[in-house]
Each structure stands twice: as C-alpha cells, then as structure tokens.
C-alpha cells in the first residue's frame, strides 16, 4: 500500500491512497472538508466526509502524469515501471507540477 498526502498550493487537500494495482481511495482532509472558502480539488471529486474509491487512478491525478515520448524517459531513468501509475505520480508530482496540486509520499 502506497500514499500520499495531496496538497494545493502548499495546504494540505487529502490523502491518496493505492490500496493495491486496482484499488484506489482519495479522502478530503478535515480541516479543508470544513471550509467553505476552500474548492474541491476537482469538479469530478466534490467536497465531501466520504472516502472516494476506485479500481483505477482517479482521471484527475492520472492526467497529471506525463504522455508518450516524456513518460517513457521519466520511467525509465527514475527505473519505474511505465505502467505504475501511482509510483510515477509520487515520483514526478512533489513540487513542480502545471498545475497547484502538488503529492508528497507518506513514508510508513
């Protein structure tokens, strides 16, 4: 099992989890749960107590993974499988991503 606390301009969002190659779950943290001022983060992932689950990564996250020609390089000099996902996403979205989410890996 793998995580990762989501953050969104430097606060903490969530925590995203790979329970195994075909389990995933994203939880909104309580502190932006409660806030009205703070967005979802995605219009596909609304605000909510629950635990979103999936058998595949969430589309939000896995578009932030490179395509093509970048990821097979990526994968390549990090040694990480082009078909792990998750392990990828950890690898490459810690500080400079397009956009303002940002993971950083929960060691355990």
């Known amino acids: ?18 329970v195994n ?10 502190a932006w749960f409660s806030s009205r ?5 995605s219009l596909t992932m609304p605000k909510t107590k629950q635990t979103y689950t999936s058998d ?13 020609v ?3 390089l990526q994968s390549r000099q990090l040694k990480i499988d082009e078909k792990d996902y998750f ?5 490459t979205a810690k500080t400079d991503t397009i956009g303002a989410i940002t993971l950083l890996e929960i060691e355990e």
């Open 87 to 91: 392990s990828l996403l950890l690898a």
């Open 56 to 68: 595949h990564l969430f589309p939000f996250f896995f578009n932030m993974l490179s395509e093509g």
């Open 70 to 72: 970048n990821r097979k």
């Open 37 to 41: 001022e703070l967005p979802a983060v």
């Open 21 to 30: 190659h075909s389990s995933y779950k994203f939880k909104y943290d309580n």
């Open 1 to 18: 099992m793998q995580k990762a606390n989501v953050y969104r301009n430097g606060q903490l969002v969530g925590t995203l989890t790979q």
